[in-house]
Every structure is written in structure tokens, then in C-alpha cells.
């Protein structure tokens, strides 16, 4: 017989053995047919049980067998107790699905290697040195020093330019309405050396790249060319335009290539040298990833390309005039460092990875606390069955069989839950990827359900039954079936394990709440803190011309705008307040050499202040014919740093050869960061005039819009209609609230504190049902001793502190091992938080009141319970 | 642990020769027929009879079939496979190797 019909038969018991018994019949009847005697035919036959288990072991598999019947037998004991395992299994299943969710998160965006050649052998190139404000910050490479860097160590390495992932407008020949794609351009070598081949047409090569704007060609995405153009063959050969070039399409990489920026999904390639960066010394713009050739040490590598880029800066600092010797110093004492990059490397890697850990760490400790609820459960059931197992142990089971029959149950409540935590974790990560950015440009993060997370959901699986499983399981085995027989086993080894677990639970819990607390109160701050500005009813209308217009033109459309309905007061800047972007520079007052303070500049319009209702200190709003050089509005912190002791009002000062005098001061606003409140800011004139005296001409800039309405994205298709009305050549990009900005500078925060708070809950919840549980186990185990106690007159209040003052020792010792675990820890997640002190008291009394309330709340019944126990009936039942 | 036979060890050989001269035989025929042609000297240990013939048929050696008889009772007949015959053959020159060298050393010592 083979062993798929030894398998099968395991599915066939019952038939089995009714054929066995069915031939042993015949046997007799053939005896009887002879003239023996039934009875002496049946003795010599011996035990018909033992044959049909002899037959029957024979004909399937054993193991498989008692398998089948643990199970059978565990998934009864399930349903027998159909609200406790419904209990187990779902918060089980939510630990394990958070896990994995987590996990899916963390590999996707910063584990994963990258789909291309030699991922382990990739690296990013990037300076490491102290910034101006005293932090270490990660710096790159302008692309002329990123070229001698390549010849340089062009036989151990290759150097990939690959530029940060940009939103860019374009409008296809056939297609006359402007629209974004992800653009990167990327080394004309990346596609050979990274060993991508095209799904059509072909991909660039180092001829692709040679000539400053020499090679307008692009090659898509496999995702772009399925997305846009539904994998049309036809596409090879077509153009698109951008910023007034027309580019060709030469080919589309083969998936599963996305570019090497986790986080975005990259539309477009195209050549580094059609970028106009290319030929500057003083622009960043690109990151550099190594590829070592096999065998190459990296230390090595890292000198040789320490010496270029060291080499190349101080020849550069030779030009700058307008800097102090000692920031010159600060500027070029950087260290070039290669960090391992198999996974690609983004912002977004370095913005998440540490609220990603501290979310993973959550739901470790989330996952702790159901196991340990599990595990209790289990422990409280295994001692309703203790007569059962002795039983069990009697009639001769071995100790394995035992161990596996309960571990069989556990088993049977780890896949149950681990079926629904992948629902869960199927709906989960994409759900938190779509909250990472705002939802105009959400993150788009590959999380591909594949053999790693499969194998960690099965090694997760395993793990998670041996952690609450084993435990009970053996104790089950252990049992001592006179004892247990007869009544008196030792309850205490079970009650001290399972108070353990408690404590274990409330520390656990402590953590997460104080966790939560912390990421609540930050994101409280950060939102709600004073901007110095009115965001509300603030529309910002970024707006692009095909070709660079003069200053009037925008005036006359800032004009046409303020004549529509429902529209306020309309400004021009030369983009939003907190968009991230920056322009800055080292300011010299009255003729003295510059600080090493940085400046920050934003061109405005008359009227800019008044529409952001930033407040007047001094002075006056610009006029219709200031220009840069000229007029400056500066903030009080750039008086309180370039002009201590100075009347403000009139004093000039220089960026470079650009001299300013200060026409006003206005209060501070946060310049490109919601944490940073107090920068030293500059507002200069948008009419800017060059060395010869003639207008600068504009090519993209900000038109503030304050609207009457509480909604102003209402006006938002308006707007975007009447801009081309007011000058053919222009086009509305992008149109967002101001609020919609702010916002976006606290994603991150309020996404850690939704989901710290969402496993907080469930944490306080997991471990109140926990609590629940023993303390119910424990009083119907002392139901005897409560009925003496109570029969000789003890009072309600002492049973109640009897039954529970154990437990609350626990919950208490718990808590404080939590608290002292959260103050160890709280270093690590100081750069999530924001204004919130970790040691503060009120962040460490929150958790610790609420866990003893739930505590309370979940004590409440069993006390109930045992002070309603009449001690009658409690002793006659035994 | 079953009683070792009294055959020891050659309940398989004579089970497959039986078979091996009558095909399709029930458990009590088989039983019956060693007791036959032994001249009542083996007698088949009946609590053995049915595992080894369940081992043996688990082995590939012989087969089963249910009939119904004439009196509306089923039965359970073997018969040989054909590798059942190649390991009577092997079981048979096994037999043959052991009695002999048994006989010699009765004859020597």
C-alpha cells in the first residue's frame, strides 16, 4: 500500500476498522463451520481490540493518526469554551497581525535588497559632518566632484549618480493638459550595471550619457508604461515635454525595478546630463551609490573617494569670498562615508526608520501580553482537566502523548489565529503606506506578499505556540495522577506561574501606554502649537509659465484673481511657507565679514504679510516698486541675531554682492519646518532687478490666495480655470490649503500616535481580560477555602482583599518594572518626540492610573463573585 | 507485543506458498491448510494470522478482495502479486540456507 493510501486512511478510521472487525467474524464463522466452539475461536484469537490496533497501525500512519484524533479532540475542546477561545484567538490574532504588518513595513522599506545585481555589494557614498547648528547631518555630492570620484576608483567600483525622486509636469505631443510623473534622472550606466534588461526597446548606457543636454531620451517604468499607457507596444519612439525639452521614449526597464528610492514608485528615467545641475559645482542634487567590484575591501574605496571629495571642496572654498574662515573650516571638515544600501536609500528610510522600530517594539510587547493571556487560559484549562489527564496518565498514555494532545490545542488556536491576522495584516500595511504622506502624494511602497512573509508568518506561528503552548503543555504532563485524583494537587505552581504572567502583562502594558502617551502629547504639540500666521482660509495656487514672464505679468494675474468672488486678498511669494524649500545664505551687516549664522530668503509681493496676517513689529509693507537689491522685511530672529543692538529700521546688510535695508520687521514664522519656530528669515521683493538694471523675468511662483469662505479648496477649480485666462502662458500645478501643508509636517506624528494609541487600547484591553481571567480561575479554585472562611464569619471586605490582594502586588510590581523599563528606554525615541519630556510626571502617571483602573474594572466581577459565594453550597459541592 | 509464534519467523513463508499453489484463499482456509499439509504438526498461532497477513499485504507481497458467499457473509481472500512470488522465492532460498546449515551443524557437532 502506498503512503497516499496510508494517508488517506487515516481520514477512513472508522471504515478501517469495521473491516477488520468484519474479518475476524468471518474467521469465527468459518471456526463455527468446522464445529468449534465460538467461544474457545474468539480466545484464540486474543483481544480483538489489540488486533484491530495491530491491523490498524499497520495500514496508516501512527503519528499522523494520534494527530488526527489531538485534533479532532483539541478543536472540541474548543468549542466547548467558545467565548474564552474566541478571546484567545482574537487577540492573538491581532498580535500576530500587527507583527506582521510591522514586518511587512520594515522589509519592504528598509530590508528588502533591491530587485537588481548585487545588492549586498551596493553602497551609499555620502558626507558625513556637523552642521552649522551644532547637528550631524548627512550631506551628498555636487556632480563634478561626484565625476573625478568615479575615475578615481573607476577599477574597484562603479559610481551611480542617481538624482533625489523629483514631481515633475509634462505634457505628452498628443496631450495638451499638464501632468506629473515621478522623474529620476539616473547614470546612463545604472540600467548595465544594475544587470536590468528592457520588457521593450532598450535602456541607456554610458553613451547615453556624455554631452550636457545632449540626450533627451527617457525610459519608463514598467509600472508607468502599465499605469498610463496600458502597456501599449507603440510606445517606444513617442515624446513628451518638459520644461521646454521635447525627450524621446527609447524603452521600458522590466519589472520589478522601481528605482532606488523606497517610498516612491519611479515613473520616468532619464539621463543625469540633461539635468542642469550637471555642470555646477555648488548644487546638490543626486545621491551616489557604489557597486564594488566582487572581492573589493570598502575601507579602501572609502579613502580613495575621502581624498577626492576633501581634495575637490578646498579647492572649491578658494572662490568663496563672503565667508569667515572658520565656517569655511566647518564646511569642508566632512567625512565620506559608505553606508550599505542593498535595500536602495531614500528620505523616506531615514525619516521612518526609527518611528518604524519603536512601532515594531509596540507590537512585540502587544504580541507578549496575548501570549501571556493565552498562555493563563490555557494554564486555567489544563487545571480543569487535571482529573481528565490523570486519567489519561492511568491508563497508560506516555508523557509525550500528553504534551502533544495540549500543544495540538494550541496549535490548532496559532493557525486559526495567524488565518485572520493575515486578513488583518492584508488589510493593515497597505492601510498605514497610505497614510505615510499626504494623500496628493502618498508613498508608494511595493509590499509584496512573497516567501519572506510567508516564512516569517509560519515562523512567527511556531513561535507563538511554543511561547504560550509549551509551558502548559508540560505542566500537563507533569501531572501526578494519584494526587490529582484524588483532588489535592498543588494549585500553588500553577497560581505563581500565572501570577507571573500577570506582572509580566502589566509591565508590558506600562510600555505601550507609556509609549502611546509620549507619541499622543507630541503630536498634541505639534499641532496645536502657534504658527505665527492665520493657515486657515489660506489657498496657495502654485503656478508654472511654459516660458519665464515678467514680474508685471504676474501682477496683472495676481489682479485678475483678486477680482473673483469670494476671494479675499491675493499675494505672490515665491512658494508657500513650509513647503520644505529653502534659500539661504550668509548675511554680512554694515560692511563686517559674515557670521556663521545662515539666513533664510523667500521672494514676496506687496501684500504678502497682511494676507498671511503675520504681525508688524516696525516699519512698512513693500511698495509696487521695490525690488531686490533694495527693501527687505526681515523677522524679529534675524534681529536677534544679526542686529543686537542695532535700530532695525534702515540698517543695510548683504547676501554676497545683494545688498538689502530693512524696510520692517515682522513676528516670527516657521520657515520650512513646523519644529523649527525661530529661523532667521528675510522677505525680499518678487520684482528683482539683475547687474544691467533689467527686470529678472519669472518662471514659477506662488499666488496666496485668503478666502472668504472656511473652505478654500472650494475655490480651488476656479482658480485653476482662470489662471490660464489671465495669461495664456500660465498653468495652475499644484493647488493646496496652507492647512493641508502644515499638516503634512506632522504625518508621521499623528500616523505613530494613532497607531501607539490604537495598541495602547488594545494592549490595556488584552491585559484587563488577562486579569480578568486568573482572578476568576483563582476564586473558583479557593471556592472551598472562601466557603470555611466565610461559614466562620469573615466579612465581605476581607475576602475581597484575600481574592485579590496577590494579584494587585503584581499588577503594581508589574507597573513599576514598567515604569523603570519606559525611563531606560525613553532615550532611544527622543528624536520622535517633540516639547515632551519622557521623565515628566505627568507622562509616567497617566499609564500607571489607567492600568490601575482597568485593573479595578477587571477585578470587580471575581470579587463579586467571591463575596457572593454561599458557603453552603461551596462546600457540598466536592 | 504480539506472542512469538510457534513457527518463528516462517509464518510468511508458509502463508506465501500456500498462496503461491492456491490462489484466493480467506484467513481461516490459509490457517487450515498449513495445519492440512504440515500433517497437523504447525499450527498457525490464530492471533498472528491476520497482522501478518495485514503486514504482508501493507508490503505489496499479496493483495485482498472482498467476496460475498453464499450465505450473505463477506470474506476477505489473498492472493499472490507478483512481488509476493519473487519473495517466496527469496524467503524459500533463505529457508533453505538456514535448515541446511542448521542440519550441518547437527551432523558435525
Known amino acids: ?878 | 507485543m504480539p506472542k512469538p509464534d510457534s513457527l518463528q519467523g516462517s509464518l510468511d513463508l508458509l502463508v506465501l506458498k500456500i498462496l503461491s499453489r492456491q490462489p484466493r484463499l480467506h484467513g481461516y482456509a490459509i490457517m487450515s491448510a498449513i495445519r492440512d499439509m504440515s500433517g497437523d504438526v504447525l499450527h498457525a498461532e490464530e492471533g498472528s494470522l491476520y497482522p501478518a497477513l495485514h503486514r504482508m499485504e501493507e508490503g505489496g507481497w499479496i493483495r485482498a478482495q472482498w467476496i460475498t458467499k453464499d450465505t450473505g457473509r463477506r470474506a476477505r481472500l489473498y492472493e499472490l502479486t507478483a512481488a509476493g512470488k519473487k519473495q517466496l522465492a527469496a524467503e524459500e532460498s533463505r529457508w533453505q540456507t538456514v535448515t541446511s546449515a542448521v542440519n550441518r551443524v547437527l551432523r558435525t557437532a
Open chain 1, 1 to 878: 500500500m502506498s503512503m497516499w493510501s496510508r494517508f488517506t486512511n487515516i481520514f477512513r478510521g472508522e471504515q478501517l476498522n469495521r473491516e477488520i472487525d468484519e474479518e475476524i467474524e468471518s474467521h469465527i464463522s468459518e471456526a463455527a463451520g468446522e464445529g468449534r466452539d465460538t467461544g474457545e475461536a474468539r480466545r484464540a484469537l486474543g483481544s480483538p481490540l489489540g488486533l484491530r490496533e495491530q491491523s490498524r497501525d499497520l495500514r496508516l500512519l501512527p503519528w499522523l493518526d494520534s494527530l488526527r484524533a489531538d485534533a479532532v479532540y483539541g478543536w472540541r475542546q474548543l468549542n466547548r469554551h467558545k467565548v474564552t477561545s474566541a478571546a484567545a484567538i482574537l487577540s492573538l490574532a491581532i498580535g500576530m497581525g500587527a507583527c506582521a504588518s510591522a514586518f511587512r513595513l520594515i522589509d519592504a522599506l528598509l530590508l528588502r535588497p533591491m530587485p537588481v545585481a548585487h545588492a549586498d555589494r551596493l553602497y551609499a557614498v555620502v558626507r558625513q559632518g556637523v552642521d552649522f547648528d551644532g547637528q550631524v547631518r548627512i550631506g551628498d555630492s555636487c556632480y563634478p566632484s561626484f565625476r573625478l570620484m568615479r575615475a578615481a576608483v573607476k577599477d574597484r567600483a562603479e559610481l551611480i549618480a542617481v538624482s533625489f525622486t523629483e514631481r515633475v509636469e509634462l505634457t505628452y505631443k498628443s496631450d495638451p493638459e499638464i501632468e506629473k510623473a515621478y522623474l529620476q534622472y539616473v547614470s546612463g550606466w545604472m540600467f548595465g550595471t544594475f544587470g536590468l534588461h528592457p520588457a521593450i526597446g532598450r535602456l541607456f548606457t554610458e553613451l547615453d550619457d556624455q554631452k550636457p543636454g545632449g540626450h533627451p531620451y527617457a525610459v519608463l517604468s514598467y509600472d508607468y508604461w502599465t499605469r498610463r499607457f496600458a502597456r501599449d507596444p507603440q510606445i517606444v519612439g513617442r515624446t513628451f515635454r518638459m520644461a521646454g525639452v521635447l525627450y524621446q521614449i527609447v524603452g521600458v526597464v522590466d519589472a520589478p525595478f522601481t528605482g532606488t528610492v523606497p517610498g516612491t514608485v519611479t515613473d520616468i528615467f532619464v539621463p543625469t546630463m540633461m539635468h542642469p545641475g550637471v555642470v555646477h559645482d555648488d548644487w546638490i542634487w543626486h545621491r551616489t551609490m557604489a557597486q564594488l567590484k566582487a572581492g573589493v575591501a570598502v575601507e579602501p574605496v572609502r579613502a580613495i573617494l575621502h581624498a577626492i571629495s576633501r581634495g575637490f571642496e578646498e579647492e572649491r572654498a578658494k572662490g568663496f569670498k563672503n565667508m569667515s574662515r572658520e565656517s569655511i573650516e566647518k564646511l569642508l571638515d566632512q567625512t565620506v562615508v559608505l553606508q550599505p544600501a542593498a535595500a536602495g536609500s531614500s528620505a523616506l528610510q531615514e525619516d521612518y526608520r526609527p518611528a518604524l522600530l519603536a512601532l515594531a517594539v509596540l507590537v512585540a510587547l502587544v504580541l507578549w501580553i496575548a501570549c501571556a493571556n493565552v498562555a493563563n487560559l490555557m494554564t486555567a484549562q489544563a487545571a480543569a482537566r487535571a482529573r481528565e489527564m490523570a486519567l489519561r496518565v492511568s491508563i497508560g498514555a506516555g508523557r509525550r502523548r500528553l504534551v502533544q494532545l495540549v500543544l495540538v490545542e494550541g496549535v490548532l488556536i496559532a493557525l486559526l489565529a495567524a488565518v485572520m491576522g493575515a486578513a488583518f495584516t492584508w488589510w493593515s500595511a497597505p492601510f498605514v503606506v497610505s497614510r505615510i504622506n499626504p494623500p496628493d502624494n502618498p508613498a508608494r511602497l511595493a509590499l509584496p506578499a512573497d516567501w519572506r512573509v510567508f516564512s516569517f508568518g509560519l515562523a512567527l506561528t511556531l513561535a507563538v505556540t511554543l511561547l504560550f503552548g509549551l509551558a502548559p503543555a508540560l505542566r500537563a504532563s507533569a501531572i501526578n495522577p494519584a494526587m490529582a485524583l484524588k483532588g489535592g494537587a498543588d494549585p500553588h505552581a500553577r497560581r505563581r506561574s500565572m501570577h507571573f504572567l500577570i506582572a509580566l502583562q502589566a509591565a508590558f502594558c506600562f510600555l505601550v501606554l507609556f509609549f502611546a502617551g509620549l507619541f499622543v502629547s507630541t503630536f498634541e504639540r505639534l499641532s496645536h502649537q502657534p504658527l505665527g500666521f492665520s493657515a486657515p482660509r489660506l489657498l496657495n495656487v502654485e503656478t508654472a509659465a511654459q516660458r519665464a514672464q515678467p514680474p508685471v505679468f504676474w501682477d496683472q494675474a495676481a489682479d485678475r484673481l483678486r477680482a473673483l468672488p469670494g476671494v479675499q486678498s491675493v499675494a505672490i511669494a515665491g512658494w508657500p511657507l513650509l513647503l520644505g524649500e529653502a534659500w539661504n545664505g550668509f548675511v554680512s551687516v554694515n560692511g563686517a565679514p559674515p557670521g556663521p549664522v545662515l539666513a533664510y530668503f523667500l521672494s514676496v509681493s506687496p501684500g504678502w504679510v497682511d494676507t498671511m496676517k503675520i504681525p508688524w513689529v516696525a516699519g512698512r509693507d513693500f511698495r509696487p516698486d521695490d525690488t531686490t537689491p533694495g527693501a527687505a522685511i526681515v523677522n524679529e530672529e534675524f534681529v536677534r541675531q544679526f542686529l543686537k543692538g542695532v535700530q532695525p529700521l534702515g540698517t543695510s546688510f548683504a547676501k554676497g554682492e545683494t545688498r538689502f535695508q530693512v524696510a520692517a520687521v515682522v513676528r516670527d514664522a516657521p520657515y520650512r519646518d513646523i519644529r523649527e519656530l525661530h529661523l532667521p528669515v528675510v522677505y525680499v521683493p518678487m520684482h528683482s532687478v539683475d547687474e544691467k538694471g533689467a527686470m529678472r523675468p519669472i518662471q514659477n511662483a506662488t499666488f496666496i490666495v485668503r478666502t472668504a469662505a472656511p473652505n478654500p479648496m472650494a475655490l480651488a477649480s476656479i482658480l485653476r480655470r482662470e489662471i490660464p485666462r489671465a495669461q495664456p502662458d500660465f498653468r495652475a500645478s499644484n493647488i493646496r490649503s496652507q492647512q493641508e501643508i502644515d499638516e503634512a509636517h506632522t504625518v508621521r506624528e499623528r500616523l505613530l500616535a494613532m497607531l501607539a494609541l490604537f495598541f495602547g487600547m488594545v494592549a490595556l484591553l488584552l491585559a484587563g481580560v488577562g486579569l480578568y481571567g486568573v482572578l476568576d480561575y483563582s476564586v473558583l479554585q479557593r471556592r472551598r477555602e472562601i466557603g470555611i472562611r466565610m461559614a466562620l464569619g469573615a466579612r465581605a471586605a476581607h475576602i475581597a482583599r484575600r481574592v485579590t490582594a496577590g494579584i494587585f502586588s503584581m499588577v503594581l510590581l508589574g507597573a513599576a518594572a514598567g515604569l523603570v523599563l519606559g525611563m531606560a528606554c525613553a532615550r532611544y525615541i527622543q528624536t520622535l518626540l517633540y516639547q515632551v519630556k519622557p521623565t515628566g510626571w505627568g507622562m509616567l502617571a497617566l499609564p500607571a492610573l489607567t492600568i490601575l483602573g482597568a485593573a479595578l474594572l477587571a477585578a470587580a466581577p471575581a470579587v463579586i463573585h467571591a463575596v457572593r459565594i454561599d458557603p453552603v453550597k461551596a462546600l457540598r459541592a466536592d
